[in-house]
């Protein structure tokens, strides 16, 4: 990336600050646990694999909600207590159990030093498809802005969410580095709308073919590009 001008960063946060399947597997769990106690039919009507089957068919049906997974899963709710015949699903009740959990997430050793230090540098935008919430985690105060794609309407690899991110920022693309852990959502996605890419690539896996060139920083994780940033931005 010679001659390279870096005046803000936007970043992925699951799978790219922190593992997220581990706290999604325990939201379910935690969910099914209060139907268990408060809702027993429903519980034994719908286990844990059935409740993520309705949620696939539901996001499947509904493409208009692919850039919302918290209204999926209200629907996946009401769905689910309506067919054991209860009209009034206690949506509000669920949704606080899972996302609690959800927001319970363990980053990656690396994650938070790397972020202090890039965000005392440069101005950082979280970008993300998911609904992760920046004040439960605990790490909103490294970052300007928090993009997702429920407000924007749009998911990545959509450049509608990246030119949300861009006007937050101030910044023009060549002056953003778009930073994640997906070849197609993140790298491939910012790269078609104008940004700069690093591939948080921590598994150390191979570029997926027919996603064009890799990208130029392929970094193992944070601490690499904090590292890049203080020698080259």
């Known amino acids: 990336m010679p001659g390279v001008t870096i005046r803000a960063l936007t970043l992925d946060l699951d799978d790219t600050l922190w593992p997220v399947w581990p706290a999604l597997e325990r939201a379910d769990q935690d969910v099914h646990a209060w139907l268990r106690t408060h809702h027993p ?11 993520r089957e309705l949620r696939a068919r539901i996001a499947a049906e509904r493409t208009d909600l692919a850039h919302d997974f918290t209204t999926q899963r209200h629907l996946t709710m009401r ?4 067919a054991c015949g209860i009209d009034d699903a206690p949506v509000e009740a669920l949704w606080e159990v899972y996302f609690a959990a959800r927001n319970a997430v363990e980053l990656y050793e690396d994650s938070l030093p790397a972020l202090r230090r890039i965000a005392e540098r440069l101005p950082v935008a979280a970008l993300t498809n998911g609904n992760a919430d ?29 030119r949300a991110a861009l ?9 953003v580095l778009h930073v994640g852990d997906d070849p197609a959502l993140d790298v491939a996605g910012a790269r078609a709308a104008g940004l700069r890419v690093a591939w948080i690539n921590r598994r150390g896996e191979p570029w997926p073919a027919g996603l ?4 130029e920083l392929d970094l193992p994780d ?8 203080d020698a080259h931005a």
């Open 41 to 51: 039919a429903v519980a034994e009507a719908w286990p844990i694999p059935a409740m």
């Open 134 to 162: 920046l004040e439960r985690v605990g790490i909103a105060a490294h970052f300007r802005h928090h993009v997702s794609a429920r407000e924007i309407g749009a998911p990545k690899p959509d450049p509608a969410i990246f």
């Open 222 to 229: 944070m601490t690499a590009l904090a590292d890049w940033l």
């Open 167 to 175: 006007e937050r920022l101030g910044a023009a693309p060549h002056e």
């Open 212 to 215: 064009g060139d890799p990208p």
């Open 79 to 82: 769905y689910a207590f309506a």
